[in-house]
C-alpha cells in the first residue's frame, strides 16, 4: 500500500490548486480525479474567477480593496456567512491569481460578464487559453512528483485512534487502500445525485436543469458523514438564470429560444399572474432565485405580433448572455437581438416537447398549461395597460421594455426552468477548510474545500462575478498551505 502525506479527492479548480499547492511545499501527493478527465466544472463549466486587490485591477485602475470585498459579501448574505472564511478567501484571491498565472493558467481582468454589474469595480478574472493552461498546471503537478490518478474514486475514509490513517479508493474498477495522514475532500458537491438534491430542494426535478457536473455526486460530503463530520450545512443550489428545455437539444442549440429567454418579455407564474420586474434577467444570479422562487418555472408569454416583428428585425434590446459569449471571443458588444429567422420553426419544434404551448386565444392557452384563466386574462389586459402607457407601475420594469404587448393570437407561452450550475455547502469548516465536528471540534488531517465547504454563502449564487470559482481556487490552496504548514 503507497504511502502519501496528502490525498486530494476530485481534480476541478480546488482539487488542482490543493494539490500543485501541496506538492510544491515537497509533499508527496495523490490527486484522484473519477472521471477520465481533469478539471471538473472548474473548466469544463467555469471561464474566470473572482479577485480583489489584483496586479490585474491595479494595472487597470479598478479600486476594489479587501475591506471592500468582504463588507460587500457580509452584507449580501445579511453576515450569515463566516466572516473569517469570507476575509481568508479574498485575502488570498490576488496571489492565488498571480499563483495561477506563474503556473501557466494566465488570466484577463474583463468588463464584468453581466449587464446590470456594469457599474461595480471588475473582479472577473477571465482564463486566457484555459484548456492549455489547466494541462499546464496538471504537468507541473507531476513535474513536482505529484500523481495524479484518473477514473479512480474515493470511496471510505479510514481512522487510528480519531486520526485519518488510510483512504479506500476505486482504481479502474478495483478496490485499492492509500495510507495518508491528510485528505482534501474537492470533489465538487452533490449535483450529480437525484436522490441528494431532491433532499435538498423544494421543487419538482422535473423543472431543474443542471449545467453541473455529474460525476460529483456527493461521495465526499458522505466520506465526512461516515466520520463524523457535519456534511449537511447550509447546503444551496446555485441558481443561475433559466432555459428553455427542449428534448432533443441543450437549451442553448434552439438559437432564438435561447436568445428570448435572455430578455425582459412578460413573464408570469403557474398562478397565471405576473411575479417579477422582468429585467432580473440581466444578473443571473437573481434571475435563478426569481425561478426558484416562482416554484422553479414560469412561462414567457408572446404574441403572433412579436414573432412577426422579432422574424423580421433587429431589436436594440441586449440580450442578457450577449456580453459572456462577446468576451470570451474578444468581439464588440452589438446591445441588438434578431432577426431571428428560424423562430417560427423553432417554436413548431418545441412544441412536441412541451417547452412551448400555442393557442388561439388566452383562455385556450391558459388550459393547456393549466393555469387559471381569469388571473392569465387580466394579467394580459394589465399588461397591455402598463405596456400602452410606457409605464410599470406594478414592478417598475424599464420603460424600454415596455414595448410588447398581447394582442393578436395565436399566442405562445415558452417554459422556462430553473437552471443550476451545482451544489455548495455541507461540510462544516474553519477558516483553513479543516473538517468540524457539530460541536466545532477540528477533525484531525480531514479538510473540505469548493463545492462541498459551507462558509462563504447564504442562501443563494453570489451575485459579485466569479466568487464560486474564486471560493474552490482558493480554498484549495488555504487548505494545502495549512496541511504543509502543520507537516513541517
Ligand atoms: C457551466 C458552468 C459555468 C460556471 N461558470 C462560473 C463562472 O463563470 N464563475 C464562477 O465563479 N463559477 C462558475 N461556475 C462554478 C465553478 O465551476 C465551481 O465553483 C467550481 O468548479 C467548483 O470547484 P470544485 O473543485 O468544488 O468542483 P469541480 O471543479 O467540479 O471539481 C470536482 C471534481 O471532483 C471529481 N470527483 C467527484 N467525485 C469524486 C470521487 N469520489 N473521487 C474522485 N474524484 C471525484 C469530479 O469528477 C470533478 O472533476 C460554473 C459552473 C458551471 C457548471
Redo the contacts with the bound molecule.
Keep these: 500500500m503507497e504511502n502519501y502525506d496528502l490525498v486530494v479527492?476530485?481534480?476541478?479548480?480546488?482539487?488542482i490548486s490543493a494539490a500543485l499547492t501541496a506538492a510544491e511545499a515537497g509533499l508527496k501527493v495523490a490527486l484522484?480525479?473519477?472521471?477520465d478527465k481533469?478539471?471538473?466544472?472548474?473548466m469544463f463549466?467555469?471561464?474566470?474567477?473572482?479577485g480583489a486587490n489584483t496586479k490585474l485591477q491595479k494595472e487597470a485602475g479598478v479600486n476594489y480593496s479587501v475591506k471592500d470585498a468582504y463588507e460587500e459579501i457580509l452584507n449580501y448574505t445579511h453576515h450569515r456567512s463566516d466572516a473569517r472564511i469570507v476575509k481568508a478567501i479574498i485575502k488570498e484571491s490576488a496571489e492565488t491569481l498571480a499563483w495561477m498565472s506563474k503556473n501557466g493558467l494566465a488570466t484577463e481582468l474583463v468588463t464584468n460578464t453581466q449587464e446590470v454589474h456594469q457599474n461595480h469595480p471588475r473582479t472577473y478574472h477571465q482564463y486566457i487559453d484555459k484548456f492549455n493552461g489547466f494541462k499546464k498546471m496538471i504537468n507541473k503537478f507531476e513535474n513536482l512528483s505529484g500523481s495524479l490518478f484518473l477514473k479512480?474514486?474515493?470511496k471510505k475514509l479510514l481512522q487510528d485512534n480519531g486520526r485519518l490513517s488510510e483512504i479506500e479508493i476505486t482504481h479502474d474498477g478495483t478496490d485499492e487502500c492509500m495510507n495518508t495522514k491528510n485528505v482534501i475532500l474537492?470533489?465538487?458537491?452533490f449535483i450529480g445525485d437525484k436522490d441528494l438534491v431532491k433532499k435538498n430542494v423544494n421543487i419538482d426535478l422535473n423543472n431543474l436543469y443542471s449545467?453541473?457536473?455529474r460525476?460529483?455526486?456527493g461521495?465526499?460530503l458522505r466520506m465526512l458523514g461516515e466520520i463524523g463530520g457535519v456534511n449537511n450545512y447550509k447546503p444551496l443550489l446555485?441558481n443561475h438564470a433559466a432555459s428553455i428545455v427542449t428534448n432533443d437539444k441543450n437549451p442553448w442549440e434552439n438559437a432564438s429560444l435561447a436568445t428570448l429567454s435572455t430578455l425582459p418579455l412578460l413573464w408570469v407564474d403557474n398562478s397565471g399572474k405576473r411575479f417579477t420586474n422582468e429585467d432580473v434577467v440581466y444578473d443571473f444570479a437573481l434571475w435563478g432565485n426569481v425561478t426558484y422562487t416562482a416554484g422553479g418555472y414560469y412561462y414567457i408569454i408572446i404574441d403572433q405580433d412579436f414573432v412577426d416583428y422579432i422574424s423580421k428585425n433587429e431589436l436594440d434590446w441586449t440580450g442578457s448572455f450577449e456580453r459572456t459569449f462577446t468576451l470570451l471571443q474578444h468581439l464588440p458588444m452589438t446591445h441588438k437581438v434578431g432577426p431571428m429567422k428560424t423562430l417560427k420553426q423553432e417554436l413548431d419544434t418545441a412544441l412536441t416537447s412541451k417547452a412551448v404551448f400555442k393557442a388561439d386565444s388566452l383562455t385556450d392557452l391558459a388550459k393547456l398549461l393549466n393555469i387559471d384563466e381569469n388571473n392569465f386574462v387580466e394579467t394580459t389586459n394589465q399588461y397591455n395597460k402598463l405596456i400602452s402607457k410606457h409605464v410599470d407601475d406594478d414592478f417598475y420594469k424599464d420603460q424600454k421594455f415596455m414595448k410588447f404587448p398581447i394582442c393578436n393570437g395565436p399566442f405562445y407561452a415558452l417554459k422556462a426552468i430553473s437552471t443550476t450550475?451545482?451544489t455548495v455547502g455541507g461540510g462544516l469548516v474553519n477558516e483553513k477548510f479543516q473538517a468540524l465536528t457539530a460541536g466545532r471540534k477540528v477533525i484531525p488531517g480531514v479538510y473540505v474545500v469548493?463545492?462541498?465547504a459551507a462558509g462563504m454563502f447564504d442562501s443563494a449564487y453570489p451575485t459579485i462575478e466569479?466568487?464560486?470559482?474564486?471560493?474552490?481556487w482558493n480554498s484549495g490552496r488555504i487548505a494545502a498551505k495549512t496541511i504543509a504548514k502543520l507537516n513541517k
Aim: proline share 0%; hydrophobic share 30%.
Design positions: 479527492v476530485g481534480a476541478g479548480s480546488s482539487g484522484l480525479e473519477k472521471g481533469f478539471g471538473g466544472a472548474g463549466g467555469a471561464q474566470g474567477l473572482f479512480t474514486s474515493a474537492a470533489d465538487g458537491g449545467m453541473g457536473e460525476k460529483a455526486t461521495d465526499g446555485e450550475l451545482g469548493g463545492n462541498n466569479g466568487l464560486s470559482n474564486g471560493f474552490a
